[in-house]
T-cell receptor, first 117, second 115 residues
């Protein structure tokens, strides 16, 4: 079965705090891609990052960083020095070609992040 | 570069009525997706088109939902007749192709309320 679990439903932090959003995935495929999307109140899903299953190198982009660990099937997302504009729902997603799924995205239920001033 | 366009942004209808949503993908993107996002959940794929052909519609409730992508560009998604449980945001996305490493770019969505 293919599944993405985001155990944290809601997180609330104060501005400038660091926050980590957890993502655990399940797949039988050896080749797969993991994504993070941001969904602000406007509703549009904004692509943040893509990571393929053969690249476990962590990535940093400004205040954002991602930790991919195949051993624990996790792809966690950390925001450093959070800002009010980071308030949104964040989705982790998995994409494989397992079972002829044609590379469709499988989303977790999302984590709602609220950053208070 | 223009993003994925969707209309209308909001729609309120009564149950058993019909509704249609429109999507215009990013120019040059061969693959188009329709997702349903129920409040509090992640998006769920309804149908995927590659050019004007259907690649995957396994999760589309075909007794009431239909979709088409004439000429391989714009697409419409129709619900007839609508049920209360169809209340959701309908998201359209497009990508260069159907391969798993291509990013999908999403439109703003259409929020449907069925009363």
């Amino acid at each position: 079965a293919q599944k993405v679990t985001q155990a944290q439903t809601e997180i609330s932090v104060v501005e400038k705090e660091d926050v980590t959003l957890d993502c655990v995935y399940e797949t039988r495929d050896t080749t797969y891609y993991l994504f993070w999307y941001k969904q602000p109140p406007s509703g549009e899903l904004v692509f943040l990052i893509r990571r393929n299953s053969f690249d476990e190198q962590n990535e940093i982009s400004g205040r954002y960083s991602w930790n991919f660990q195949k051993s624990t099937s996790s792809f966690n997302f950390t925001i450093t020095a959070s800002q009010v504009v980071d308030s949104a729902v964040y989705f982790c997603a998995l994409r494989t070609n397992y079972g002829g799924s044609q590379g469709n995205l499988i989303f977790g239920k999302g984590t709602k992040l609220s950053v208070k001033p | 570069e223009a993003g994925v366009a969707q209309s209308p942004r909001y729609k309120i209808i009564e149950k058993r009525q019909s509704v249609a949503f429109w999507c215009n993908p990013i120019s040059g993107h061969a693959t188009l997706y329709w997702y349903q996002q129920i409040l509090g959940q992640g998006p769920k794929l309804l149908i995927q088109f590659q050019n004007n052909g259907v690649v995957d519609d396994s999760q589309l409730p075909k007794d009431r939902f239909s979709a088409e992508r004439l000429k391989g560009v714009d697409s419409t998604l129709k619900i007839q007749p609508a049920k209360l449980e169809d209340s959701a945001v309908y998201l359209c996305a497009s990508s260069l192709g159907g391969r798993e490493h291509y990013e999908q770019y999403f439109g703003p969505g259409t929020r449907l309320t069925v009363t």
